[in-house]
């Protein structure tokens, strides 16, 4: 493979933010997967993340941030700075026939294009060290011997270890990478363990590559991409992380929700009048308590985990003197995950794996030869109080926490940001903070400019200059200008409008009372989705067209 040839023009100088002569910060970017909005501790969950937690006090709690809805178009969107179409991942990147149908044109491709630029390539061009640990998923080139002209190393990291693919088994995965080599995980040299934990390795590396960089490579600043595969599916803990949330989960789904609820006012997180959205569920109902109890200790278990392993790469930062210049910021992929997978004993492409528990449930979640996920139910508890989840493009969808903690470049501790975020905005706040150029050309094709914000202004309590937000994801769609969003779910159902500032849960529709501000908005998200070509879409109904979306809503 040719070295990379990028054209680099300075967009953002290292005085724009914090003046020439401040010493440019280490940055992390961690992410995890299909985790609710209300699950870690210090956005309202009972879920025990000390380390998340003590972040967050220490920085600053950004309540109104977005994703894309969905695992790969969000990894796009933030490592390019662009909408997931313009990257080349208007859907997913697997070929399956479900996700190979989708692929209608380059900006369905379900790869990331050669005109855009990686955070890590545009940091490696401004001097920075670059490593990747985790969920890479961002190409459909994912097997051994295929082109590898979109994973990791190809695309501006120094070092990766992880999974090019969107899941794996956490006990033995089975298509486990290092750098551009598929390595195994039980006959692995230099990461020989016995009781081998997927997010444990991934902790593991992080802390590695800092440690390794403070050694060897101290005279540079580094960017880490840290994409934990926690808390998707398949539902797989260690026994001794299980076992802290025993019973906890018992009493159903009611007693919990409700109690994020109330923490979430008490936090500051959401309004003191805001509403729940409907729960779905009905915990009388449920056959086997002790299993679908057993799912959300799993789930819980996994998050507790992930965030063990963030407590360790913070202490690798505190004890090779990094820990106070670097910028670490956390969020989530998309919302909780109600997908069924392994929750039907019946079979089909759901069934379940392992041996069949009592009245032919699938077995007990959490052991390395179980298969399955959480489901819709206590999905519904993780996206509390919010409506939706994954897929969607309401806020229980889209909505993440963001958690940015940097001891010498934001002096705002324990303090809630409440201006609206998005993915596309890390790319232009990593610009903004490190001074590397922006890259004009990459390979001889031009690349596409940012389309984010920094959030740099953010951090000093200052307004951030924003016209409005977009999704597209299967049809569902949205846009937000100021307080107001208009949503709709599927390709062919009517928008929606709500008031945010007053209605965060999208319980009150107001679209038949303002027909006009309907019209333009769903203007307003046409010319968008038309400019980045999130249409013509796939799905069926062929888009028609924001007069007729617009006149469906009255």
């Not at 951090?459 to 999704?471: C, Q, V, Y």
Request: glycine share 10%.
């Amino acid at each position: 493979m040719k070295p990379l040839i990028l054209l680099l023009v300075l967009s953002f100088g290292a005085g724009t933010a914090f003046g020439a002569n401040a010493a440019r910060p280490n940055i992390i970017v961690i992410l995890s997967d299909d985790v609710g909005y209300s699950d870690v501790g210090c956005f309202g969950g009972e879920i025990a993340t000390p380390h998340l937690d003590r972040l967050a006090a220490g920085g600053l709690r950004f309540t109104q941030f977005y994703n894309t809805a969905r695992c790969c178009p969000t990894r796009a969107s933030l490592l390019t700075g662009l909408y997931p179409h313009q990257a080349g991942v208007g859907y997913m990147t697997d070929r399956a026939a479900y996700s190979a149908t989708a692929m209608i044109n380059e900006w369905y491709a379900g790869d990331l294009r050669p005109d855009t630029a990686t955070i890590a390539e545009v940091l490696r061009g401004g001097g920075y060290r670059t490593y990747a640990v985790g969920k890479w998923h961002v190409t459909k080139d994912t097997e051994e011997g295929a082109s590898q002209h979109n994973w990791p190393l190809q695309r501006g990291f120094d070092r990766y270890y992880g999974v090019i693919l969107g899941a794996s088994n956490y006990f033995t995965p089975a298509h486990l990478t290092r750098d551009n080599a598929r390595i195994a995980f039980d006959r692995d040299a230099e990461y020989p363990v016995k009781d081998y934990y997927l997010t444990d390795a991934f902790s593991d590396h992080a802390v590695k590559y800092v440690q390794e960089h403070a050694q060897d490579q101290s005279g540079k600043p580094f960017f880490m991409y840290l994409a934990y595969t926690a808390a998707h599916w398949p539902l797989q803990a260690r026994p001794k992380d299980i076992a802290k949330y025993r019973g906890n989960y018992d009493a159903g789904y009611t007693p919990i929700r409700a109690a994020r609820l109330a923490k979430m006012k008490h936090l500051g997180l959401i309004d003191a009048a805001t509403g729940m959205s409907p729960q779905f569920g009905n915990w009388d109902e449920v056959q086997r308590q002790d299993w679908e109890a057993r799912g959300m200790e799993v789930y819980a278990a996994m998050i507790d985990n992930m965030d063990q392993g963030i407590g360790r790469l913070t202490q690798a930062l505190k004890s090779t003197g990094q820990f106070e210049n670097t910028l670490i910021l956390y969020l989530q992929d998309n919302g909780a995950c109600a997908e069924t997978i392994g929750r039907n004993p019946g079979g089909g492409k759901t069934k379940a794996k392992g041996k069949a528990g009592p009245a032919g449930l699938p077995p007990m979640p959490g052991p390395a030869e179980t298969y399955m996920g959480y489901g819709e139910a206590w999905a519904n508890v993780s996206s509390t109080p919010f409506r939706m989840y994954k897929h969607y493009t309401h806020e229980g969808g889209i909505g993440t926490p963001l958690i940015a903690h940097w001891p010498q470049g934001i002096r705002r501790k324990g303090e809630l940001e409440h201006q609206p975020g998005h993915l596309i905005d890390i790319m232009t706040t990593a610009v903004a903070v490190s001074g590397a150029p922006y890259p004009k050309e990459r390979d001889g094709k031009r690349v596409q400019p940012m389309e984010g914000r920094s959030l740099v202004p953010a951090f000093a309590g200052r307004p951030i200059d924003r016209e409005a937000l977009f999704w597209e994801h299967e049809g569902n769609r949205a846009l937000r200008i100021g307080d107001w969003k208009l949503v709709a779910k599927g390709t062919d159902t009517p928008w929606e409008l709500f008031n945010l500032r007053t209605d965060r849960t999208e319980l009150n529709n107001l679209a038949a009372a303002q027909p006009e501000r309907v019209r333009e908005m769903a203007a307003g998200w046409e010319r968008w989705a038309r400019r980045t070509h999130a249409v013509p879409w796939p799905w069926k109904p062929a888009y028609g067209g924001s007069a007729a979306a617009a006149k469906d809503s009255k």
